[in-house]
T-cell receptor
Framework: RKEVEQDPGPFNVPEGATVAFNCTYS??????FFWYRQDCRKEPKLLMS???SGNEDGRFTAQLNRASQYISLLIRDSKLSDSATYLC???????????FGQGTRLTINP | GAVVSQHPSRVICKSGTSVKIECRSL??????MFWYRQFPKKSLMLMAT?????????EQGVEKDKFLINHASLTLSTLTVTSAHPEDSSFYIC???????????????FGSGTRLTVV
C-alpha cells in the first residue's frame, strides 16, 4: 500500500465549478500535512498546510480527519489558472522528509 | 521567503559522462537538503537526504555510487549523476527546509528543477 494515495484524475471541469480532491495516508504517525501545486515542468509550490481544525485560504479549503487518515482540498469558483497537478504531501513526526502522493491533475476549461 | 536556487535548469549529456547539479539555499542555512527525481506524469520520488558535513542517506533502491551527493556547506548540496545512461533522463528537483519555520508551516522550498536528457 502506498504511503500517500490520491486519485490521479485527470479532472476536467468548467470554469467556476467546485472541485474536491481526496487523499489518504497509511502511517498514523504522520504529523504534518500539506497540499502542493505543481505546474507542468515546474517545481512544486506550497499551496497550503492542513490543520486538524480545517483551514481556509480564499477559495481553497483544506480538511484533515486523523481518525480516517484522510485529507481533502476543496477549490471553489475555479479559475483557468487553477489548472495544475495537486500533490498531497505528508510528513511524519520526527522525520524531516516529505512523502508525496502521485498527484491529481486538474484542468479547468473555459 | 526562502529561496532555493538549482542549476543547471536543463542539461543534455552523452551516455557515459557525469553531470553535476547544484542546489543552493540563498537566504537561509539548510543543514538538510533533499533530492528527488520525477518521471513524466509521476510524482516526486525521494532519492536521498543530504546532510551537511556527513554522508547522505539514500532511499531504498537508489545507488549511492551512481548518484553522488556532497553537502559541504550549509547552503550548498550537489548531486552528481555518474556514468549517465538514457534511463537516467528525468527531472531532478532539490528541496531544503527552512528550520526557522515550524514543521507544520511547511518551510520546504524547492529548487526549480533540472531536466536531464542523456543521449
Amino acid at each position: 500500500r502506498k504511503e500517500v494515495e490520491q486519485d490521479p484524475g485527470p479532472f476536467n471541469v468548467p470554469e467556476g465549478a467546485t472541485v474536491a480532491f481526496n487523499c489518504t495516508y497509511s502511517n498514523s504517525a504522520s504529523q504534518s500535512f500539506f497540499w502542493y501545486r505543481q505546474d507542468c515542468r515546474k517545481e512544486p509550490k506550497l499551496l497550503m498546510s492542513v490543520y486538524s481544525s480545517g483551514n481556509e485560504d480564499g477559495r481553497f479549503t483544506a480538511q484533515l480527519n486523523r481518525a480516517s487518515q484522510y485529507i481533502s482540498l476543496l477549490i471553489r469558483d475555479s479559475k483557468l489558472s487553477d489548472s495544475a497537478t495537486y500533490l498531497c504531501v505528508v510528513n511524519m513526526r520526527g522525520a524531516q522528509k516529505l512523502v508525496f502522493g502521485q498527484g491529481t491533475r486538474l484542468t479547468i476549461n473555459p | 521567503g526562502a529561496v532555493v536556487s538549482q542549476h543547471p535548469s536543463r542539461v543534455i549529456c552523452k551516455s557515459g559522462t557525469s553531470v553535476k547539479i547544484e542546489c543552493r539555499s540563498l537566504d537561509f542555512q539548510a543543514t538538510t537538503m533533499f533530492w528527488y527525481r520525477q518521471f513524466p506524469k509521476k510524482s516526486l520520488m525521494l532519492m536521498a537526504t543530504s546532510n551537511e558535513g556527513s554522508k547522505a542517506t539514500y532511499e531504498q533502491g537508489v545507488e549511492k555510487d551512481k548518484f553522488l551527493i556532497n553537502h559541504a556547506s550549509l547552503t550548498l548540496s550537489t548531486l552528481t549523476v555518474t556514468s549517465a545512461h538514457p534511463e537516467d533522463s528525468s527531472f531532478y528537483i532539490c528541496s531544503a527546509r527552512d528550520t526557522s519555520l515550524a514543521q507544520g508551516q511547511g518551510g520546504y522550498t524547492f529548487g526549480s528543477g533540472t531536466r536531464l536528457t542523456v543521449v
